[in-house]
């Protein structure tokens, strides 16, 4: 597994501006590659990243300050760009498959938004004192809080809101790819499905009626965060205390991030290491993102970022995560299937019309999530044993697989539900529907 390790660097002023001018002159050549390939493109001609890495040389001799950038710093640029192209055609073809989402062609950058490089490869080192010696900026203080595993393959700087800069080491080696009969394997173990439901009340509730609470201290931040962010908006927009504030305001949301991150990282190990196959609801991250209600988005992100830690813990772990469709969830009785219309947001208690259920609003839907996980990984495995022997990174994209993510006793208007995108132990195995 490759692991990416944050550490705080203190750097003094000539280094400082010695990244900012390197950041900036990063940003000015990613600009000026993306016109490029703009320009190519509507002249019918494709640029590609080994074009514009063999015409580095070329900038170099025009724009001297070049030269002070360790060349594979200059060189890891277009990478960026592709990868920045990768992620627009993912988009394009999410929103072909009818998936209500901005393409978002790639952006020229500003310098707000640059504001990391990278050493790919070499030409930096880690010393004995903990500090790291990069080439072309010279020997940075940096505080390592924890080793670092493996072999380390890059070295990142990158800087926040707050103007402070931070190194990013990711180091380790890649995972063996699992195949089929790894993952099949589990379907002789104790399984132990888990269903987790994430709510605004309780921030998850397992389907064993287990109820986790958000710690005091994400309340106090978001009514931090939310005062923060009035002061900022009652300043004169780029005047002096305007900047004061904004200072304030994302030193609080770092504040906030950290808090949620340390979090999440206690609470996801704790569920990855539990369970064998481990349920969630697909989120609409799309749906997140907009929605303006800081508290709101906090919390959201908080989700999220459960989902995501617990899906890569798991995955080193040998266990799932699936993800099901969100449909219904809290609706639907988790005994009989039946689906009450009128259930409010207020109401804390299911009561079923037609079985007489009567169960807490969130562990009933949380039954419902891990009935749809478990029925999900059946069909899909089933699916896989026939069709492909190894899965993993690097798998075509498998084809619809015409299921319906419910359990047995789902009415039939039900069964007729799209299950939603699947991730299993960190490999994307595509949308299945
Ligand atoms: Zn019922």
């Given at each position: 597994m490759i692991k990416a390790y944050k550490f705080r660097t203190y750097l003094d002023k000539e280094q400082i501006q010695n990244l900012e001018s390197t950041l900036n002159a990063c940003r000015e050549l990613y600009n000026a590659m993306l016109q490029q390939r703009i320009y190519a493109y509507r002249m019918g001609k494709k640029v590609t990243r080994y074009s514009q890495v063999n015409e580095i040389p070329e900038v170099k001799k025009a724009?001297?300050?070049?030269?002070?950038?360790?060349s594979q710093v200059i060189q890891e640029v277009p990478v960026r760009l592709d990868k920045a192209y990768d992620n627009f055609y993912g988009r394009v073809d999410k929103k072909n498959n009818g998936k209500n989402i901005k393409a978002g062609f790639p952006r020229f950058k500003s310098r707000k938004r640059y504001n990391s490089i990278t050493y790919?490869?070499?030409?930096f080192k880690i010393l004995e004192n903990g500090h790291i010696l990069a080439s072309k900026i010279g020997e940075i203080r940096m505080f390592m809080h924890r080793p670092v595993d493996g072999r380390i393959r890059t070295l990142t700087f990158k800087r926040n809101g707050a103007g402070e800069w931070y190194a990013i080491i990711t180091a380790g080696d890649p995972d063996k790819e699992q195949t089929v009969e790894d993952h099949f394997?589990?379907?002789?173990?104790?399984?132990?499905p888990t269903g987790y439901d994430v709510g605004l009340k309780s921030l998850i509730t397992d389907s064993n009626g287990e109820h986790t609470e958000a710690p005091q201290y994400f309340r106090k931040s978001e009514e931090r965060l939310v005062r923060a962010n009035r002061n900022l908006s009652?300043?004169?927009?780029?005047?002096k205390n305007w900047k004061k504030a904004n200072h304030r305001l994302s030193r609080v949301y770092r504040k906030t991030v950290r808090q949620r991150d340390d979090y999440s990282n206690k609470l996801s190990r704790n569920i990855a290491s539990r369970n064998k196959l481990i349920v969630f609801e697909a989120l609409n991250i799309q749906g997140m993102v907009r929605n303006h209600h800081l508290a709101k988005s906090i919390a959201d992100a908080s989700w999220y970022d459960i989902i995501r830690k617990t899906t890569y813990k798991a995955e080193s772990a040998g266990n799932i995560v699936l993800l099901v469709d969100p449909g219904n969830t809290s609706k639907?009785?988790?005994?009989?299937?039946?689906?009450?219309?009128?259930?409010?947001?207020?109401?804390?208690v299911y009561n079923c019309d037609v079985c007489g259920l009567t169960i807490d609003r969130d562990e009933n839907a949380a039954i419902n999530i891990k009935n749809r996980g478990l029925l999900l990984f059946l069909y899909v495995y089933v699916y896989l044993h026939k069709h492909f022997k190894k899965v993993g990174r690097g798998t075509p994209e498998f084809t619809p697989v015409e299921i319906?993510?419910?359990?047995?006793?789902?009415?039939p208007r039900h069964r007729s539900r799209k299950p939603t995108a699947l991730v299993m132990g960190g490999c994307h195995y595509g949308d299945v529907y």
């Open positions: 724009f001297p300050e070049f030269n002070n950038i360790h790919p490869q070499s030409g394997s589990i379907l002789n173990e104790n399984m132990n009652r300043k004169k927009k780029y005047s639907m009785c988790s005994k009989c299937g039946n689906i009450k219309k009128d259930l409010k947001l207020s109401d804390r319906g993510a419910l359990p047995a006793r789902a009415t």
